[in-house]
Every structure is written in C-alpha cells, then in structure tokens.
Antibody
Framework: QITLKESGPTLVKPTQTLTLTCTFS??????????VGWIRQPPGKALEWLAL???????RYSPSLKSRLTITKDTSKNQVVLTMTNMDPVDTATYYC????????????WGQGTLVTVSS | SYELTQPPSVSVSPGQTARITCSGD??????AYWYQQKPGQAPVLVIY???ERPSGIPERFSGSSSGTTVTLTISGVQAEDEADYYC???????????FGSGTKVTVL
C-alpha cells in the first residue's frame, strides 16, 4: 500500500525559506521509472506543479519557479524534500506530494496535503 | 510557458453525459491525465495515458484524444461526480509538467 505524507511548517514569514518533507511508504525511489512530485494549490485556485525527482536523481522544476526551488531525495529514509526560497504571501497554498509510477502513470497516489501560510 | 486550457465549468443533469475538454499544443506528443478533486480532499487520478482507467475508478469515466485536444467523458453522471476536474500533461520535450486550470462539474 502506497502512502505519502507531507510535513513542515504551517506558517512562514515573507522572505523566509520553506522546507517541506514528503515521507512515503509502499514503494522505493530507487525503482526504475518511479518519481515523486510536488504540487501546490492556493486557496480556491487551481493545482500548480512545482517539481519532480526521479529514481535516477533527475530533477525537473516549474520554469516559473525554478530559481526558488530545490528538490532532493533520501532513498534510505524514504523521503523527498522540497525547499522554496524567498517566500511571499502569494505562496500561501496547500502543498501536496505525489507518487509517479512510471512514464505512463503520473501522480497515482497523493499525500493529504499541508497548508502553508505566508504572513508576517 | 506551456498551458493547458479547460472550460471553467460544466453543468449536467443526473444520468446525462458530461464532457470536459483540455487543449494544448503538445498533447499529440505527451500523455494526458485527469484528476478529480472534491472539496477539502487531495486529487484522485481518474484517467492516465489519455484513456486508461486506474483500478477502482468507475467505468463511467473515460478519456479520449484527438489532435491537440483530450476529453474526459463521464457517462451517466451521478451526484457524487460533482467535483473539480484537472487535466495534466507535459511540455513537448517532457521537461516539465503542467496542470490545466480546472473545470467545475455541477450536477443539477
């Protein structure tokens, strides 16, 4: 059974760096084709893809946010970490991590999401 | 940057068919995915690889592709299908992922 869970601060101040951790079980991020992505959703708005890390450590980022994002994995801990620098109130959103099974099956399992509020 | 275009809303009576379109220039080259999201819940994958249905998803959900447009069809809509639906795909080179703006399906 695949599960994912996001953790991190619920409140960050403007200009601070956000660090979110996705802890997962039921799969290995060293299996060929597998990936873990991060997606966010501001209140009342659409989903926005942020980043994706693959089993081979290939990393992809949203072009509009690339300069602010870093995604890493710790295969031994079954964790993926996303950092986002220079946080702004517009970054207030629910942040999700999701499992990518292979090149043909994207985001088939999602975490419950964690709401991050950016405010002074 | 690359965008996927969806209608903001679709209304349908119970038992009727709802069709949600998603347009994007790279859709002939990249697979499309559809997600259902109900209020306060995480999205659920309902269609992958343009037209495949994950296990546990009702048969009334189907996907199709034609050129630069993909379509999610919900046949025999039920009240429980009322939700936001998002298409998702990648740019032409597969470098990054994109979500559509979402379509709210209202069951009248």
């Amino acid at each position: 059974q695949i599960t994912l869970k996001e953790s991190g601060p619920t409140l960050v101040k403007p200009t601070q760096t956000l660090t979110l951790t996705c802890t997962f079980s039921g799969f290995s991020l060293s299996t060929s084709g597998v990936g873990v992505g991060w997606i966010r959703q501001p209140p009342g708005k659409a989903l926005e893809w942020l980043a994706l890390i693959y089993w081979d450590d290939d990393k992809r980022y949203s072009p509009s946010l690339k300069s602010r994002l870093t995604i890493t994995k710790d295969t031994s801990k079954n964790q993926v970490v996303l950092t986002m620098t220079n946080m702004d109130p517009v970054d207030t959103a629910t942040y999700y991590c999701a499992h990518r099974r292979n090149a043909m099956v994207n985001f088939d399992y999602w975490g419950q999401g964690t709401l991050v509020t950016v405010s002074s | 940057s690359y965008e996927l275009t969806q209608p903001p809303s679709v209304s349908v009576s119970p038992g009727q068919t709802a069709r949600i379109t998603c347009s994007g220039d790279a859709l002939p080259k990249q697979y499309a995915y559809w997600y259902q999201q109900k209020p306060g819940q995480a999205p659920v994958l309902v269609i992958y690889k343009d037209s495949e249905r994950p296990s546990g998803i009702p048969e009334r959900f189907s996907g199709s592709s034609s050129g630069t447009t993909v379509t999610l069809t919900i046949s025999g809509v039920q009240a429980e299908d009322e939700a936001d639906y998002y298409c998702q795909s990648a740019d032409s080179s597969g470098s990054y992922q994109v979500f559509g703006s979402g379509t709210k399906v209202t069951v009248l």
